[in-house]
Each structure stands twice: as C-alpha cells, then as structure tokens.
C-alpha cells in the first residue's frame, strides 16, 4: 500500500477507523466504521544516523524500527507495552499518546515527533513539520494528531527524533507498605538533579516499591550515589531489563484508568486504590495507570481523584463514558477543530472525547 | 539590532472579511471602538497618537513598520477578554505584543487595527515546587522565570534575549535558545494556558497536570504565532537545576573540522546542554565587543555540559579529547562561573557585535540535518563570493540552527536589496539540505513568501484548516505566517456520498 492508495480507499469509504497492530482496539469504542488497517504502510524510509532521526510509515511494527534503531547505537526514547506479540506499530502509540517510563526524562510522543504526513477525509495528504530536530516554520498539526485516537485523520507517516543508546542502565529499588514515605521518597528524588532515565511508584495489594534507573557510561556509580537521598533501605539492579518489561507491562489489564494528576496526588491515590487493583505511576509526572479489577470499580476512584482527569484506556468499551469531562469552551474548540480537518465525520465519529 | 531597509518591505495584508470589503473606502472609523477600549482599559492606557504609536512600530526586526490605529495596555486577563471581544465586535484585526524582541516581525502591527500590549501582566501567580509548576502572566520575562524558581530549580528555554523578552512571545514563537539541544523548546514545557480565543471566549486549556483530555491544544497554540488568539496565564513546568555545568571553548583552523568534532561529541552518545559554533568573522566581532581573549581562528566551538557530576567529569575528558583528536590545539576550560560567563557573552555578542565591522546586517535563521553542516557552510561561503558580500556564521551547532549574518552597507545603492536576496538564497541551501527555513525566530511577516518553498499547497491547506477553528473572522495577527491571505469560509455540513455517486451513477461536480 502506498499514501495514495490509503487516500483513495479513505475517500471512497463514509466511516473510517484507522488501526495498527491491534493491541490498543479496545481503548475507545469502534463505532461503526470501516478498519483501514495501516501494516501496509510499514516501511522504515529513512533512518539518518548522523543526525539522530527517522522517517517511518504509521504501520512500521515499533519493536522493528527499535531494532533497526539499535543496530546504530541509537533508540526512540518512547517504551510503551507493545501488546500480543510486540505488535504495536509506531502510528498507533502516536495516534494513542501511549508512553512509558523514558517518558520521565525525554518527553511522550508529542516531544519526540519532529514531523508528521496525514490523509484527511476528503483525501487531502498534507504534511507538517519536518525532519530536522529544531523547527518553528507552520503550525504544528504533528501535536494535533498526536493522541487525537485517529479522529482527526489518518497518520500515514512520521518523522521522528531519536538518541543515543545507553550503553549501561542500573536501578536504585526500594519497598516500603507506607504510602506517605514511599510518595515522600518519589518526591524527594524528583526534586534532584539526578538526570534519572524514569522513576516509577508502584503498589500493589498493600505493598509500594520505588524504582530509580540510571542511563550511561557512570550509571551504576551514579546509582550508588542516589541511594543516600531515598530514605528508604535500598538496592541496587544491575541487571534491570526484566524489572522495567515488567512496570511497563503494569499499564495494561482488564480494565485500566489513567490519571492525569500531580504528583503530590499520590498519596491520595494509594489511599483511594480498591482491592485488587494494580498502581504504577510516572511520580515525577504525575501520570498513573491503574489497573483495575472490574469496571464498576471505576467511578468511585473518579470520584476521589476529581477534579482530575482520569481516562479508561482498557476496558474502554465496558464502562458508559470512557473519556473524561472536558470544560465546554475547550470541547467548543476541539469540535471546530473536528470539523474543520474532517468535515464529513469520516474518521470514527462520536467516538472521542466529548463524542467528538 | 541594526539593518533597517530604506525600501519599503511587503506590508501586511489583511485575510479577514470585514477589512477587505473596506479596503477601497477610506480608513475605517475606529472612534466607536477606541472609545470602548478606553472604558475598559482606562484613559491612561490607551495610545492614538502617532508619536506614541511610534514605540511599536517595529518588533525586533526594524526594517517593517507598521501604525496601529490604537494600541491598548491591558492590566489583566478580564481587559484582555473585553479588548478582544470589542474588536471582533467591530471586526477589526489586532496584534498581541510582548516585548517586542522577537525577530521575524511577528508582532508588526495591523494599520487600521489594535495592538494589544501585554507588558503590564508580569505578576507571577503559583509558583508550585512540589509538583514543578509555575504560573505566570505573559508579560513575565523569560529570565524571571528561573529567578522565581531558584535556585533549586530553573525553566530551560533561554532565547538569548531572555532578560526582556516575555512568557507570552515565548509561547507565540515556541522560543528555543542556546540549551534546547539537551532541553528542548518552549512547547516541551508549557502544560496550561488560558486564551482568549479570537471570539473573545476565555478558556483554559490544560493546567497544572499531562495530558489533558481531547485534541493537543497547547501543542498546536504554542508556536502559532499569536494567530490562533492570546495566552493571558501560562502553567510552565521546571526542572531541577543541574549539579553542575562545565564548558570549554576550542578553537579549529576551520569550520569543518569543528563541525567534524561537533558530529564525533554526538555520535559517542554526549547530549551536551549547548554546543555553539563561530566562525572566523563572527570570533572577530564578538571579541571586539566582549574582549574574551578569543584568538583569530576559523572556527571557535563552545561545548557545555550539565548535570549529574559524575557523567558531566566522564564525559567532558572525552569532549575534550574529541576537539584534540580533530585538530584543536587550543582547548579552554573555564575555570571559574565568572570565566564561563565571559564564554557566554562572547557568545551572545556575536549578533550585536556585527555592528563594529558592518554597517548593517541581516540575521538568518535556518535549520539543516546536522550531518550537512560542512557542505552548508561551503555552499554559503560560496554565495556569499558570488554576491560581494561578508556572512559570519553562529550557529546552535547541535540541533543544526544556523544563524548565517549578512553583512551589508545600507548606504550603497542596492546592496540591501542584495544583502537580502543573498539571505533568501541560503534558506534556499538549507531547504534543500533537507532542513527548515526557520528554527527559532518564527516565520511571521519576514518569512512567509519562503513557506511554499517548504510547504506545498495541501500543506498550507492543512495550515489554514487550524487556523480558521480558532478564527474563522481571521481577526488575529492577519498576514502573518500564511503567505497568501485566505479566507475561512462556513465550515462545510457533513458530506455524505449519494447513493447515484456510490453507483457510480452520477459525480458532484
């Protein structure tokens, strides 16, 4: 398939839901609209070492693009759960907005996108941005897609921008039952110029742990020298991959709610977790997914984390309303937004926030 | 700054319906509309007279000019909000100004519409270490944003004129600066804003928290231009400060052998927190202002790290050795804060500078793959031969952001002319390097006509689609960014294939 024949078959097609790898189908409803699937369009076009950037087509598998990336020393600092079989493609973490623990220090999808090609309804291929790392020329509609869950228009390509790999990576962990102390140590070690690679909170059935992962040449020194700030009886991984698979892997479930909150919510989140959930948290962020055993466990922790926005990822389809409220005068301008990049509604109408 | 044209430059022109229809009239009668402005900013605060007027006819770039019918200084977000509703009331174009830095003519005034002078909102409203926030009007200054979060923590975009230019121009023209390589832009750090939408509507877009719920707003507000409405409150995120910050200066017989070890730093997986280059007319000048004791070399690479000290000690030796292994005979390390400073400022004087050994200059702003660095600069030296005229070149060496200066003399018949052809033909290079006709000073009105070199004709459809949801009376900033005036147009109800057409029985014509 080429960008063209994707614009063809969009253009002849009333209601369209683009997909990827499928591993995300179940986070916003599927309306009644026709499945463009993208792994036709999976081509890595460029990969410009020297310059530490990437052109990929939206269907290109992400666990590909990572090893071809890798080959060279380098990686797209973006390490979402890549779902049965790895098979998450790149268009579909963008148009999702997913993300995972590099999010601490370099950023979501919306940071590393550097440029983007999209197929409106009517068939439109425009493109926005570049492929050079430092850009200001034209709006940036890369943003605009990103996280839009394929309602604004098809991500048929993208430009992206990479870093080095590091060549070693240790993490300073540490347990504790005590949501107050373990978010004080979150906190503490957020403060810090620490230049941490991610900082993740977990908790689970009464039980909390804190994982600090260090990238680079000094990692594990640099590890060492961070145990003193946690406050908590400490140790040190060395041999960390399975550790963070694992955390990543916490995003996904039955049914799971991310929250948009600060990371002085924290406490109040562990407090307001019901049994038999799963907690991990980006706690520098204030990001957290909360896994969650069933879906009328979801608006009683709504309740208590409100005014936050808290957003059913899995388990989308089994609960009324996945997405959160939006304030009326910015869902008035998100509808503009709708109407203007797609007039005819072609790309999975009313299935968005708001039910844009 | 200096450089002003004596031709006339290519004035705004106006996209919104209203000022069309007017445009064969005479000027329009804003007395109604100044009237209601002085109701709700005050008397004090609002300027019709020419000689007041005079004060914003530029932004940083001088060589456009532009009177507004009136220009209002509103003391807060609630005045904003009335401005602006009076003047789509009126539909009559306005501006929204900051400090007035910017360098791409940005915020040139509309003749016969409201400049909006946003220099009066500088409080700064949260400050929230816990969760790394602060909330500041837009008239804050950059620099005074790290001054409130110090010394524990301080805000990463430094666009060098950052002890004056405000929050509000930042969030417009998605500033970066001299750290961005590490540190990222301007919209790396913005998590809320409240706008006053071109409707006059106030809304507040994100907040403290990520990831705020529907379309990525902020991500498309920031860098807009001031085209999409005006931010009266920005929620920044900030950053601890680094442990420490170690920066060297080495100095290279030519720009290709820095730009060979800037390519060797990156490579070995160093994200230094800058790395700058100079060449040889740009050391020249910047000596003869900021007297750093710079010899005359080819090429002059300030390297700086920051962060953790251990990574920072690792890694610097390995800089060091990088510059050495290239060819620099000559590597400084600055021994103290005051020493590191005076790095920085011969640096930063580079632009200013120009002045001492140039008449007059144009300063180009234009990005390419970093990898192109050498051919570029070979292909501009070239032009530069093939037009009688001297480039010096500064540029953000790693993120490939070359500032090329054109040095001219205004006082000789037809050489600005030259001077800025000369500068176009170098965007030219840099697009067909694969790069960006702008990466930190904005397209506004400078650079517009280079947008279809960049953007083809779907693009800047795609453009204007974003445009008109925010401001389909095409009242905010008219005549910035687009490089033809459009008009937004109803938007289209829902199109739905006939059953004939399905058939292939019939086609809408």
Redesign the interface.
Known sequence: MTVEEAAAWIREH?AVRPRGGGTKLGWSPAGDAADLDTRGLSRILEH?E????AVLEAGAPLVEAQAAFGAA?QMLALDPPLGESDAATIGGVIAT?DSGPLRHRY??V??LVVGVT?V???G?????G???????????????F???FGT?GLIARVALRL?????RTATVTAVTDDPAELAGAA?RL??????ADSLDVSWQEGAGRLDLRFA???AG??AQ?AREHVGLDTEIDEDDTERWAALRDRQRGDVVL?V?????DLPTLIGALPAGASLVSRA????SWVSLPEPAAVAPLRDAMAP??C?VLDGATRVTDP??A??P??????R??????D???AFRPGT???G? | MDGRLAAAPEGPTVASPAAQADADASPRDLRKLVGELRVICGDQWVFTQEHQLRTYESDGLLQYTAIPAAAVVPGGAEEVQRVVAACARAEVPWVARGAGSGLSGGALPVEDGVLIVLSRMKRILEID????RICVEPGVTNANVTAAVAP?FFYPPDPSSQIVCSIGGNVA??S?GAH??KY??T??YVTGLELV?PDG?????GG?????????????F???EGTLGVATKVWLRI?????TVRTLVAFFDSTRHAGEAV?DI??????PGAIEMMDAKAIEAAEQAARAGFPMRGAALLVELD??E??CD??FEEVSAICERHGSDDVRVARDEAERQRFWKARKAAFAAMGRISPNYFVQDG?????KLPEVLERIEQLGQEYGLIVANVF?AG???LHPLVCFDGAVEGEAKRAEELSGRILEVCLEA??????????GVD?KKH?PK???E??????Q??????DPAGLANPGK?MPTPRLCGE???????HPLEAAGLAERM
Not at chain 1, 336 to 341: E, L, Y
Request: with cysteine; glycine share 16%.
């Open positions: 009333e410009n020297g310059d530490f950037t020393g907005g950023g979501g919306r940071d999209v409106l309804s009517d439109t291929i425009a493109k926005s570049g492929k050079v790392i430092k850009n200001v020329a034209g709006y940036d509609l890369a943003k605009l990103a996280g839009s604004l870093h080095p790999s590091p060549p906190a957020a403060a810090l110029p620490l230049e680079g040449a000094t020194e640099r020298a991310k948009s909150g600060r990371p002085s520098a962020l204030g990001l936050r926005a957003t997405w959160p939006v304030d005068g910015v869902l008035a301008v998100m503009r937004v709708k109407q203007r990049f007039p005819a509604g968005f926030v708001g844009l | 270490l816990e969760n790394h524990a023209e998605n970066g961005c390589f990222g832009f919209t790396n939408l509507e106030l809304v507040q877009v403290r928290e990520l990831d705020p719920p529907g379309y990525d707003l902020l991500g498309a920031v860098g807009s950053v601890p400060a680094p442990e390519s990156v490579q070995g997986g160093v994200v962060g953790a251990r990574e690792a890694r990005v390419i793959p970093r990898t953000h993120d490939g952001n694969g790069g960006s006709i702008t990466g930190e000073h904005g397209v650079k947008m960049m953007f083809g779907a693009d800047l459809d795609a453009f689609r974003l445009r008109c949801a925010f960014v938007v289209p109800g829902p199109y739905r294939q």
